[in-house]
């Protein structure tokens, strides 16, 4: 692979701000810095961004699927057309894919499907299991005929079809096997998320979950007399919480609360988006239910929501527009935390020997151009 530089460019490098720099990088960033410190090298492609911002590439640990596919089909042709959609479309150059509450038989070639995709493509980098170990009570647009006990057999099972590659976990943490099951999961680097979950306050003081699945939603609510899941989480310092800043899921004054309360430090943007995320608005389908797609929100017949069609550059500017975060609260939240979190040392930065992982964005923060691994992707471009 050739080497580029990238000259006359704001760059957001997830540590500092560099009003005037450059990027040198192949596949793995050379070097980065100001102007002030340029050096031209024969052979190099250099590239004027002037006008243009620099900053590390979209990390999205919680997205079931977009542009037709999703991860649950099982198919790796499929999974792996889909990932590069989104590289291409969204500048996601980290992706969990994420799976939902469904048969055993189901999960297990979810799991098949997205270890062959992942070899061949570098951009997937976990799995974040969606249930069905969770509380009926919040199943959401889950269904509840496959809702389990938290049973850590089954889950080494499943993270051994995928290679390893589960990362995430959303599970209840008050049932009474959760403990094991916690342990099991530390024990294996995945993260434990207190998700579609009837827990109080009380309970989630003595459970591991460090991790909050969609914040405020499908989930015991935040009330004067217990702070269930949304209370816990907001008064945790530590815990990680995502957010669909979507407009619809949550509302902005509940986006800002929590803004205000975990700070741009412990927030994750993720999409939760779904098949029909990038497609015609009509009818799609989620884990065999029908799901009807109309004004940018996914919706079960009986009008629950039902995963997301948000693209991540649309979160990335709402999460400016519906909070007082500025562009770099924004980075944090859309890369630096999650990159933190799940130990992806060559991720969530734009730093000498990270991956060559780059959104370019114009003065709105609109998306032009994304660099994955170095391979350079132009926004809507067939």
């Given amino acids: 692979m050739s080497v580029k530089v990238l000259k006359h460019a704001t760059i957001y490098t997830g540590d500092d701000i560099i009003d005037d ?4 990088f192949d596949d793995k960033i050379l070097a980065v810095g100001s102007m002030d410190d340029f050096k031209n090298y024969p052979g190099d492609e250099v590239i004027l961004a002037t006008g243009k911002t620099i900053i590390p590439g979209f990390i999205d640990v919680h997205s079931h699927g977009g542009y037709g596919f999703d991860a649950m089909d099982g198919n790796p042709d499929e999974i792996d057309a889909m990932v590069k959609k989104m590289t291409q ?18 999960i297990e070639k979810a799991m098949r499907g997205v270890k062959e995709a992942a070899d061949r493509n570098p951009v997937i980098k976990g799995v974040h299991l969606e249930g069905p170990f969770i509380s009926a009570k919040y199943k959401g647009a889950q269904p509840e005929e496959y809702i389990k006990d938290p049973d850590p057999k ?40 207190v998700g579609h979950s009837n827990a109080t306050r009380e309970q989630l003081l003595t459970s591991k ?29 530590n815990m990680y919480a995502e957010l669909i800043m979507d407009g619809f899921h949550i509302v902005p004054d509940m986006l800002q609360l929590a803004f205000d309360q975990k700070g ?39 009008g629950t929501l039902a995963g997301s069609v948000l693209e991540f550059p649309d979160a990335f500017k709402n999460a400016m527009k519906f909070t007082d975060a500025d562009l770099y609260d924004a980075v944090l939240m859309s890369s630096v935390n999650q990159a933190n979190e799940f130990g992806l040392e060559s991720k969530g930065g734009i730093a000498v020997g990270k991956d060559a992982d780059l959104n370019l964005i114009d003065n709105a923060a609109n998306l032009l151009e994304t660099y994955s691994y170095g391979r350079h992707f132009v926004r809507n471009a067939d």
């Avoid at 980290?94 to 055993?104: E, L």
């Avoid at 914040?215 to 935040?222: D, K, T, V």
Wanted: some cysteine; aromatic content about 8%; proline content about 4%.
């Fill in 21 to 24: 720099g450059f990027v040198r």
């Fill in 89 to 106: 479309n969204e500048g996601i150059t980290t992706y969990f894919a994420t799976t939902m509450t469904q048969s055993n038989a189901n």
């Fill in 154 to 193: 089954l889950l080494d099972h499943w993270n051994e079809l995928a290679g390893g590659l589960v990362k995430l976990i959303t599970y209840a943490p008050e049932d009474d096997h959760a403990k094991e099951f916690e342990d099991y999961c530390l024990a294996h680097n995945i993260v434990p998320a």
């Fill in 209 to 237: 979950a460090s991790h909050a699945t969609h914040l405020y939603n499908a989930q015991r609510e935040f009330k004067h007399r217990e702070p269930g899941v949304t209370g816990h989480v907001m008064l945790e310092n």
């Fill in 264 to 302: 741009p430090e412990r927030v994750e943007l993720v999409t939760d988006s779904m098949r029909s995320k990038g497609m015609p608005e009509g009818e799609s389908e989620l884990g065999g239910q029908k799901v009807f797609v109309k004004d940018k929100q996914a919706r079960l017949a009986d």
